[in-house]
């Protein structure tokens, strides 16, 4: 069974720095796109960064350019969310997902992508 299983989130004052990450387990990894969404309190779950199997392009939401990198160490079957200057905003559950054919900030519904993580908390102060 598929697992993906997101860790490093917690409470941090704005203009701070985390890093999440996501460990994936049975699956082939380097064959596999992906992506953190996140969905805050109230809102609509929203795309955040994905990253390719082949050649690890990558792509971010506006709201995060600039301030998140998404990145991927295919040997240890993980991907990673740096995120610096964090603000208020960003407070929102995380989650990390795995897909066969692609990962697109854009669609961000349960039924796009093979495998969704439980999620990480994610909480900025001001």
């Known amino acids: 069974e598929v697992q993906l299983v997101e860790s490093g989130g917690g409470l941090v004052q704005a203009g701070g720095s985390l890093t999440l990450s996501c460990a994936a387990s049975?699956?082939?990894?380097?064959?596999?796109?992906f992506g953190w969404f996140r969905q805050a309190p109230g809102k609509e779950r929203e795309g955040v960064a994905c990253i390719s199997s082949n050649d690890g392009s990558t792509i971010y939401a506006d709201p995060v350019k600039g301030r998140f990198t998404i990145s991927r160490n295919d040997d240890k079957n993980r991907v990673y969310l740096q995120m610096n200057g964090l603000l208020p905003e960003d407070t929102a559950v995380y989650y990390c997902i795995a897909d066969a054919l692609i990962c697109d900030v854009a669609e961000a519904d349960t039924g796009d992508y093979d495998f969704w993580g439980q999620g990480t908390q994610v909480t900025v102060h001001s």
């Open positions: 049975d699956i082939n990894f380097d064959e596999f796109e």
